[in-house]
């Protein structure tokens, strides 16, 4: 999705989203890697983002030079915005006074007009919010979700004024999203749905849009594109940010599920597209993902209800030298990857291996016993621990007891 928008003359475009440019008539005069932690881009993130109340002399001095020991901290600011005025003018602005000091308070010169995109994804929401007619008012917040392209200053995220607009930016996202979503449901245009729950899922990561999309493949028929995506996320937020998929994932999935139609098949062929590649697997446990992986444990206390079948459930944690769950980086992920291995290498065929997040697994060991669960560790540990390595694996046992035996 993009604004689509054209440039006008004379008007100074600002972006904010997702990163910092100013751009004069076709040509940038700020945001480019060099120029974008400079200080003349940290005076014109703070002056073009409150052109009308203005930014206090002190707030300003504090920004620009923060702790640093300087003689004369106001000739330094004057000095500043002295260099900042040529620099405006050299790149083809009109020559007026940009920056004004009125009662200790600097403000942007109105003579030159701002197109700030935060500014403007601000009116459009609050546009929406008067508008009567359902079209109007999702015209107004699909423009709005188009300008809102990443987090509000994402590389001044340390400094305080920023946080807290990004963080507040990023509220208002997550509202205009839902409130365009309701409106295209009732509206039954999922296609339009899908392309914002994709937008929305690659400009905001980690917060869920995911669950628009595949609520609108779902009401399009379009299944198999809703398994993949379902499947894909799952994979992105366990294996990258140790994430399990939300409530609302699971939910889609069983709504999912519940659309599946097949056509009539007799019953070995469909026993066969069930099984799958499963009698070619070689030995070891069966690796499955976080839903598959509840589904089994659901399964199993079921049939122990009949069975009288002993089960444990294992989690598995790699630690350091220390002791302690080790929390990212690269050898943490290389360190996961031969614990999985070791894992399958130690198991039998018919226990089940998730990757529950970073450095960590879940083991379902099926019809076994205590002593049989410390003969699996000892097993992980000699395929796991290697020469002198100081690393380890932390592990932790549960009996899976079922509904009856707790009673």
């Known amino acids: 999705?993009?604004?689509?928008?054209?440039?006008?003359?004379?008007?100074?475009?600002?972006?904010?989203?997702?990163?910092?440019?100013?751009?004069?008539?076709?040509?940038?005069?700020?945001?480019?890697?060099?120029?974008?932690?400079?200080?003349?881009?940290?005076?014109?993130?703070?002056?073009?983002?409150?052109?009308?109340?203005?930014?206090?002399?002190?707030?300003?001095?504090?920004?620009?030079?923060?702790?640093?020991?300087?003689?004369?901290?106001?000739?330094?600011?004057?000095?500043?915005?002295?260099?900042?005025?040529?620099?405006?003018?050299?790149?083809?602005?009109?020559?007026?006074?940009?920056?004004?000091?009125?009662?200790?308070?600097?403000?942007?010169?109105?003579?030159?007009?701002?197109?700030?995109?935060?500014?403007?994804?601000?009116?459009?929401?609050?546009e929406a919010g008067r508008r009567e007619d359902p079209e109007e008012k999702l015209e107004s917040y699909l423009k709005a979700c188009d300008y809102y392209r990443g987090e509000f200053l994402p590389a001044q995220a340390g400094v305080i004024w920023a946080a807290q607009e990004a963080r507040r930016y990023r509220g208002m996202f997550c509202s205009c999203v839902e409130r365009t979503v309701e409106l295209l449901r009732e509206k039954q245009d999922y296609f339009q749905m899908e392309r914002l729950g994709i937008y929305a899922a690659g400009t905001s990561p980690l917060s869920d849009w995911e669950t628009v999309t595949m609520e609108a493949l779902v009401a399009m028929g379009r299944l198999d594109d809703a398994r993949k995506l379902y499947d894909d996320t799952v994979e992105f937020y366990m294996q990258e940010q140790g994430l399990r998929p939300s409530r609302k994932m699971m939910e889609m999935m069983e709504k999912l599920g519940t659309q599946m139609k097949h056509r009539y098949e007799v019953l070995d062929a469909i026993q066969s597209d069930l099984s799958g590649d499963c009698e070619k697997e070689d030995g070891g446990g069966y690796v499955c993902t976080y839903p598959v992986f509840q589904g089994i444990y659901h399964m199993v206390r079921r049939i122990m209800e009949r069975g009288g079948q002993s089960v444990y459930l294992m989690l598995c944690t790699v630690v350091d030298s220390r002791g302690n769950p080790m929390k990212d980086g690269p050898m943490l992920e290389e360190l996961s990857e031969r614990l999985g291995e070791a894992i399958c290498q130690s198991v039998r065929h018919s226990d089940a291996i998730n990757r529950y997040g970073k450095g960590q697994y879940l083991v379902l060991l099926i019809?076994?016993?205590?002593?049989?669960?410390?003969?699996?560790?000892?097993?992980?540990?000699y395929h796991f621990i290697v020469g002198r390595q100081r690393t380890g694996v932390q592990y932790y046992v549960n009996s899976v007891i079922c509904e009856q035996e707790k009673r």
């Open 367 to 381: 019809n076994t016993t205590r002593e049989n669960c410390e003969i699996v560790q000892r097993r992980i540990n």
């Open 1 to 126: 999705m993009s604004t689509g928008e054209t440039e006008r003359d004379n008007v100074l475009y600002v972006r904010t989203f997702g990163e910092f440019s100013i751009r004069w008539n076709g040509s940038l005069i700020a945001g480019t890697a060099r120029s974008g932690e400079s200080q003349f881009a940290y005076l014109m993130q703070i002056l073009l983002h409150n052109p009308v109340k203005g930014v206090a002399r002190n707030q300003l001095e504090d920004l620009l030079f923060g702790d640093r020991d300087i003689g004369n901290v106001h000739h330094a600011m004057q000095s500043v915005i002295y260099n900042a005025k040529k620099k405006l003018k050299k790149s083809g602005l009109p020559d007026v006074n940009y920056i004004e000091l009125k009662k200790g308070i600097f403000y942007w010169n109105q003579e030159v007009p701002i197109a700030e995109d935060a500014a403007e994804f601000e009116r459009l929401i609050a």
